[in-house]
Structure formats: C-alpha cells, structure tokens
C-alpha cells in the first residue's frame, strides 16, 4: 500500500507539473490545462500521466 501510495504521489505530480507548463507557456487558466489533459487522455484512451509526460518532453524540446 505504501508504494501504490508513493507511486499515485508522483502521477499527481506529473500531471502537475504538465498543468503548470500549459499554464505558463499555452496561457491557459488552471482548469483549462486540466481539461485539455483529460480529453487528451479520454480521447487517445491513454493514461493522464502519458499525456503529461509528453506535454513536459514537448516543452524541454523546445528548450523551456
């Protein structure tokens, strides 16, 4: 339970971190980062944390 506990710990700051890049470099409110995050997943039937993950690697690409 300790690692499940651990590991839903670090999802929730990936996708975070994610909201927080959309928020400072797409202009989006807080809400809007999230809902764009959930319909990414919804819609490529994908986890939140993939869509994250790829939402940091596309902001690092570019060099912010």
Known sequence: QYVDARYCGSQIRLVSRAKCCLVEHAHLTE???HRRIEKLAMDTRRDRTEIA???LDSYEDVGV
Request: glycine share 0%; hydrophobic share 50%; no cysteine.
């Open 31 to 33: 809400a809007e980062a």
């Open 53 to 55: 993950q790829e939402i």
